[in-house]
């Protein structure tokens, strides 16, 4: 296969100099085809054939394609990426289609050029030619084949070159010239629009807590601390970029009713309305599912909505969320439990719970973790609307079942009669919820707590004091009333990562690329009061990563102390 | 004045000296390589077998090992340093089991041993290749005395250290390799 790949490139490459300088698809496929066709290439590293496009890397090493793809330096932009020593150059349409500047990607929108003034530009005698002309399709096709640029100079050996035929290539290179081209709807000369969900029966002080958080942050951007409107006229040419960039930021907020079948049609409909770039933060008082599925859609950016019920799916790529919720919770439970000395591989796992949306994102983030490890399946013991638990009914769950470990992914009222195991010769591991017992834990009996464990997904109370100071001084000093702190935190985060990724962009409006711009972020551990720390990187979703793993001290105040990292493996 | 007076002799020693450099350039490696004293902290990490590896047993043990720092995310280095390990153990064939292979995440919150089995799959890795993550302060530990702490990972660059059994010193070497240069690396390697 390989050697008639090669034999084929070598073929083509030599065809290369009798065609001209458009390539045309092979006949009998569709531009539409072709798009998917290539998009396979670019993001999977496949062939239309199915098999993987072969190439060779650092001058010597001959690779497959589905271990380094296109999109992995490029991004899913085409818009390139820089990580440590590496550049990688755009390779979408709009920049390859163009004389490559010396600036940078940026260029004046058209007819601009000719209307700045001297102040606008590089004196003469220090403009410099342009890096390389603009591609064609066969200039194109070259590089990819030999790594040699229409200016005749040679591409770093990380770029691979790769062995493929003529209709693979012309594929390929019909993929490349159409990817982001247009920019993003949303957007236009002076304002990047955003909007935000409200959905469900969300408590009013809640979503008052976000949208004030939400537009103090808008209305500073929109302040123009730096003067950028009348920079962007008049400002010297090595700002001309930056500031050039700049757009007001409009925020709307589209308020979803009624039963969650609904809003997708109402989404549409705001969308059709008043398209906007992205969503930022938003509240759903149920699950985030219609809001994260229109999204993925329509290709929509989603920062970091408010929810405890994200979509858990590794390969969805529009929505960045704060954590994985609940299911986080239960992933960490069953970690801590995997990773513990003594506990026996085929150990009895009871889990109690009532059917509800907490307990069941929990069942899920632990039994899947469990699965992982190999651990046979926990028996579950539902409790019916009715249902109050007493001393007896916890005597016979562990008399009956004889577990090992006891998981209670229950609420505090649910509670009563546990303290009827302490009397027990064999008390289990018991596990719970600090989420679904609202941080409240008196309800855990002291006789019990030193064989109870509590998930506890944020900073601890240690921390969380000193942590969430500044963002009351922030709220305080706009005189915005504190409602809903911890949301008030999180919106307080999104603010300050949002110019960052907005910024990230420069005139390039193109929401994948607003996307790898959180991706490309530092970890943060300092803007984030809720979470220890927050962490991102290509295609990472979920931001925090971790959940203590607590046990609760005697007394009347019970206070969490940890017995885990943040971060279990 | 008495400079200028040995001019003449120059036409008589400069092929003498373009020979000279031509050999050396011919045998000096293309990249940045030095030679390095590394303790090893005492850290146990976890590997995509979910295993507790203590570091030390892994990489001062009886084997040659090369170590690289790397993380499943990663854009761009990490991949063409992994495709080169991929390369390095197919290319051994039946002897890949005599070298160890470490990669050590350098983004231990999302590299669980889930994602780094899914990544090592990806590089076609064969028995004889770990890819280590733990604890965040037990990595930097392991960073800083390797010499290859960043505390941004984006800002994190190619590094790539080898190691004989036995030995006090590591070969670090700075820059992306070459399938050849990498294997020539070894083999100097097992000469000492």
């Known amino acids: 296969m390989k050697m008639l790949l090669i034999t084929a490139a070598c073929l083509f490459l030599f065809a290369l100099s009798a065609l001209g300088d458009e390539i045309m698809l092979p006949a009998g496929i569709s531009d539409a085809e072709a798009l998917r066709l290539g998009e396979k290439m670019y993001r999977e590293g496949i062939l239309p054939s199915g098999e993987p496009m072969q190439a060779i890397v650092m001058g010597d090493i001959p690779m497959d394609g589905r271990m380094f793809t296109c999109d992995d330096c490029h991004q899913r932009s085409g818009l390139g990426s820089v990580e440590g020593t590496v550049i990688t150059w755009p390779t979408n349409g709009k920049e390859l289609y163009k004389p490559r500047r010396k600036t940078g990607a940026w260029r004046p929108p058209e007819g601009d050029a000719e209307k700045m003034d001297d102040r606008r530009h590089l004196p003469r005698y220090w403009q410099i030619e342009d890096a390389r002309p603009a591609y064609t399709d066969r200039s194109l096709a070259r590089v990819l084949l030999t790594g040699v640029d229409p200016a005749g100079r040679k591409l770093n050996p990380v770029m691979p070159l790769y062995l493929l035929g003529e209709e693979d290539m012309s594929i390929l290179v019909h993929y490349l010239k159409n990817l982001s081209v247009e920019p993003a709807p949303g957007v236009d000369d002076s304002t990047i629009r955003f909007a935000t969900v409200v959905a469900g029966n969300v408590a009013p002080e809640d979503r008052q807590a976000m949208l004030t958080t939400l537009q103090a942050h808008i209305d500073a951007h929109n302040s123009q601390s730096r003067h950028q409107e009348r920079r962007s006229a008049s400002g010297p040419f090595f700002k001309t970029e930056m500031y050039q960039a700049y757009r007001r930021l409009q925020l709307d907020v589209w308020e979803l009713h009624g039963p969650e079948e609904t809003w997708p049609a109402q989404l549409e409909n705001y969308y059709a309305q008043e398209p906007v770039f992205a969503l930022v933060g938003g509240l759903a008082s149920g699950s985030w599912r219609p809001v994260h599925e229109f999204c993925e859609q329509h290709k929509i950016p989603a920062i970091f909505p408010l929810t405890g019920f994200p979509v858990v799916a590794e390969s969805d790529w529009y929505t960045l969320y704060f954590s994985k919720g609940l299911y986080q919770s239960g992933e960490a439970a069953a970690r801590f439990l995997h990773a513990r000395e003594g506990l026996a591989d085929d150990a009895q796992v009871v889990i109690v719970f009532r059917e509800n949306a907490e307990s069941a994102a929990l069942r899920q983030g632990f039994a899947e973790s469990w699965r992982r490890f190999s651990r046979p399946e926990p028996q579950y013991v539902p409790l019916g609307p009715d249902d109050r638990p007493t001393g007896q009914f916890w005597l016979d769950i562990v008399r009956t079942h004889r577990p090992a470990v006891l998981i209670l992914w229950l609420g505090a009222e649910d509670l009563g009669g546990m303290d009827t195991l302490a009397g027990e010769e064999a008390v289990p591991t018991i596990f719970l919820s600090s989420e679904m017992l609202r941080y409240s834990f008196n309800s855990v009996p002291e006789g019990l707590r030193e064989s109870a464990y509590l998930t506890y997904p944020r900073n601890l109370p240690e921390t969380w004091g000193k942590r969430m100071l500044p963002v009351s001084r922030w709220l305080q000093a706009r005189d915005i009333p504190v409602t809903n702190l911890e949301i008030q935190a999180k919106m307080y985060f999104l603010g300050w990562m949002l110019p960052g990724a907005i910024g990230y962009m420069r005139s390039e409006f193109f929401r994948d690329y607003f996307l790898e711009g959180f991706d490309m972020m530092v970890d943060q551990d300092y803007a984030i009061a809720v979470y220890p720390r927050l962490t991102f990187g290509s295609g990472q979703r979920y931001a925090s990563k971790g959940c203590y793993i607590v046990q609760l001290t005697g007394g009347p105040d019970p206070r969490p102390v940890p017995q885990s990292d943040w971060v279990i493996h | ?192």
């Open chain 2, 1 to 192: 004045m008495r400079t200028i007076r040995y001019l003449f002799l120059l036409p008589f020693f400069l092929p003498a000296l373009f020979v000279l450099l031509a050999g050396q350039v011919e045998a000096a490696p293309k990249y940045k390589r030095s030679v390095e004293k590394y303790t090893v902290p005492d850290v146990t990490l976890i590997n995509q077998n979910g295993e507790r590896i203590p570091l030390r047993s892994l990489l001062e043990g009886d084997k040659p090992v090369i170590l690289d720092f790397i993380y499943g995310t990663c854009t761009t280095i990490c991949p063409v340093l992994s495709i080169g390990f991929s390369h390095f153990q197919k290319q051994l064939g039946a002897d890949a089991g005599n070298v160890r292979l470490v990669s050590i995440s350098i983004d231990p919150d999302n590299d669980t041993p889930q994602v780094m089995k899914e990544y090592l799959a990806r590089y076609n890795a064969r028995e004889g290749w770990d890819f280590l993550s733990g604890k965040r302060e037990d990595v930097i530990r392991v960073m800083k005395a390797f010499d290859a702490y960043v505390v941004n990972k984006m800002n994190h660059y190619p590094l790539t250290i080898l190691h004989a059994p036995g030995s006090r010193h590591w070969i670090r070497i700075t820059e992306l390799l070459g399938s050849s240069d990498l294997m020539r690396e070894y083999e100097l390697l097992l000469k000492k």
